[in-house]
């Protein structure tokens, strides 16, 4: 017989005038299995008129409160998390509530290695009952006192499938974590910054932390055995009209800021630049106190940037001003840049990459061109940084493919200098008669 677990946890709910559901979900914690002594829980308001009073609990509970400047979840989320203490954070929202393993099924997975750990979101209509009437369904296992039940969300139920619960999954994990059944252990939140708190419209916030803590290097866990309900049915399921079209627009436009791939951006190369590339390269400009030619770096910091959504930071930095370019930069990435691109270069001199673009070497990294051009992901450094696996680097050797040290570059013949003539794509139209 295993011995009863003395993980100490944390229960973040962020909650907006909405009493009757919050009172559902204290309740359904005061059946929790996990060790209520052990359990702290902190309501983060988000500006309601009245503030929430949760009453006397047998558990430790605390109310913070911001001010109402919108919807503000993910940034009530970072003010309940600083506001707690225990070692495993679980996000759950106010019209959720959770069955008596919940907390206990989440300590399991994280006992078990997950840094990040999904519940199951099953949906029914809460909206009629009682504090009473739930412990009959959840305490005392009363069928006759059980919501009607909605449909789960197949799109989920299939991605968990897909995936073995998350164990495969790939890049686009971060898509399969919901914010009202989230836990991370405490380490993995702070070490990834919390949620971004400028996300002010429903939806993206969680997408955007799994997908940093993904880059991070953390094991994603789904967890069938911890259950909550979700007071109503699924935001895919409910009606496609123009007000959803709008939300998903908002949510859209939200995650293309911070989340870098097709999926969120379309195909790299477009005419968009962002804040937070794709891929991010770092070019030591200045190696050994040698002062690369602007030249070479020129033709370098071109042929990376061509086609694909990158960004390069030069350490010396001489020919930044030259190049006029938002996506050039002086010194070192910023620690928000690095924690959201999914693909790093690292080099310490100007190479001219040809035959590829960086997003097509991506798409197979960890992979090295030549001797000096290396793209690897970003999730493989920190999984090697927390010593796991990562796969080794292989070598792609293809017709055409290069990335060579320059040699006496010419930018103006290069760009055209000795001949600049060419057959115009569109012809002028002829003057009307």
Do not use: K
Not at 104 to 113: F, K, L, M, T
Not at 195 to 213: I, M, V
Not at 254 to 264: D, K
């Amino acid at each position: 017989m295993s011995s009863p677990s003395t993980t100490t946890v944390s229960v973040v709910v962020p909650h907006y005038e909405s009493p009757h559901d919050l009172s559902l979900l204290l309740t359904a914690l005061e059946l929790q299995d996990h060790p209520l002594d052990l359990l702290d829980v902190v309501v983060a308001d988000d500006g309601s008129a009245r503030a929430p009073d949760p009453g006397e609990r047998p558990y430790r509970v605390r109310v913070v409160a911001q001010a109402d400047e919108g919807f503000r979840a993910a940034a009530a989320r970072n003010l309940g998390a600083a506001a707690s203490s225990g070692e495993v954070l679980c996000f759950l929202d106010a019209d959720t509530v959770p069955e008596p393993g919940y907390v206990s099924a989440v300590v399991r997975a994280v006992e078990a290695g997950a840094d990040l750990v999904v519940g199951r979101r099953r949906h029914g209509d809460l909206a009629q009952t009682s504090p009473e009437q739930l412990r009959r369904w959840l305490g005392d296992g009363d069928a006759t006192a059980a919501p009607r039940e909605f449909a789960e969300p197949a799109w989920l139920v299939e991605a968990y499938e897909r995936t073995d619960d998350l164990r495969s999954a790939g890049d686009d994990a971060y898509r399969f974590v919901i914010s009202a059944v989230l836990s991370t252990t405490r380490a993995l939140f702070e070490e990834v910054g919390g949620f971004e708190g400028s996300f002010t419209a429903y939806g993206g916030e969680d997408w955007e932390l799994a997908h940093r803590c993904w880059l991070a290097g953390a094991t994603f866990h789904h967890e069938r055995a911890a259950v909550a309900w979700h007071d109503g049915e699924d935001f895919a399921g409910r009606t496609d009209d123009d007000g959803a079209r709008r939300s998903r627009n908002v949510e859209g436009l939200a995650l293309a800021r911070y989340v870098a791939g097709p999926a969120t951006r379309g195909q790299p190369g477009s005419a968009l630049v962002w804040e937070h590339p794709d891929v991010v390269v770092v070019l030591d400009d200045a190696p050994a106190g040698e002062v690369c030619d602007d030249a070479d770096v020129v033709a370098c910091t071109t042929s990376l940037l061509a086609g694909s959504d990158a960004a390069v930071w030069l350490r010396g930095g001489r020919a930044a001003a030259l190049l006029d370019d938002p996506r050039v930069h002086v010194g070192e990435p910023p620690r928000a840049v690095l924690g959201r691109g999914r693909y790093r270069v690292d080099l310490d001199r100007p190479v001219v990459l040809a035959g590829a673009t960086l997003a097509e070497l991506a798409e197979v990294a960890p992979v090295r061109v030549g001797e000096n051009l290396v793209v690897r992901r970003t999730r493989d450094l920190n999984r090697e940084r927390r010593g796991q696996d990562a796969p080794e680097v292989a070598v792609l050797d293809v017709d055409g493919v290069s990335a060579e040290v320059p040699h006496e570059v010419d930018l103006q013949r290069t760009w055209g200098r000795e001949d600049h003539r060419h057959e115009p794509r569109f012809q002028r139209p002829a003057p009307p008669s």
